[in-house]
């Protein structure tokens, strides 16, 4: 199984879109200590995860992802990019030039923004 590590959130997410904490070597005492070593869908995710992660980190994801199956999930385009504006909100930069499949000017026949990625 394939996976990416992000160290500025302490994850470790799978090709199937599963998101794990990194330090997961207790027992879970708790059904929340359970569902969180049981791993989350990434879509459902909460905005202080994407606050917390680095540009580096969210770049990195989205090129992980749109080479999944979780990229053909209905809905995934529009949340994607609104996860990314999180994380440029919250590190005070912008992903602009960046794609789920890179940067723009790397994208062949597009010519654009992320607002206009996102409306195709």
């Known amino acids: 199984m394939k ?9 470790t997410v799978t090709n199937e879109g599963i998101v794990f ?13 359970f569902d969180e070593m049981s791993g989350v869908y990434v879509m459902d995710t909460c905005d202080e995860w994407w606050t917390s992660m680095s ?3 969210a770049v990195s994801l989205f090129k992980f992802l749109a080479e999944t199956d ?12 609104s996860m990314g504006e999180l994380v440029e909100e919250a ?3 912008s992903l602009s030039g960046y794609t789920i499949y890179g940067k723009l000017e790397d994208m062949s026949g597009f010519e654009g ?3 206009q990625l996102e409306n195709i």
Not at 70 to 81: F, L, N, Q, R, S
């Open 3 to 11: 996976h990416i590590e992000l160290e500025s959130v302490g994850s």
């Open 21 to 33: 904490p990194q330090l997961c070597d207790e027992t879970p005492e708790t059904s929340s200590d």
């Open 55 to 57: 540009p580096e980190d």
């Open 70 to 81: 979780v990229y053909d999930t209905e809905g995934y385009i529009p949340w994607a990019v």
């Open 91 to 93: 590190n005070e930069c």
């Open 113 to 115: 923004t992320w607002e």
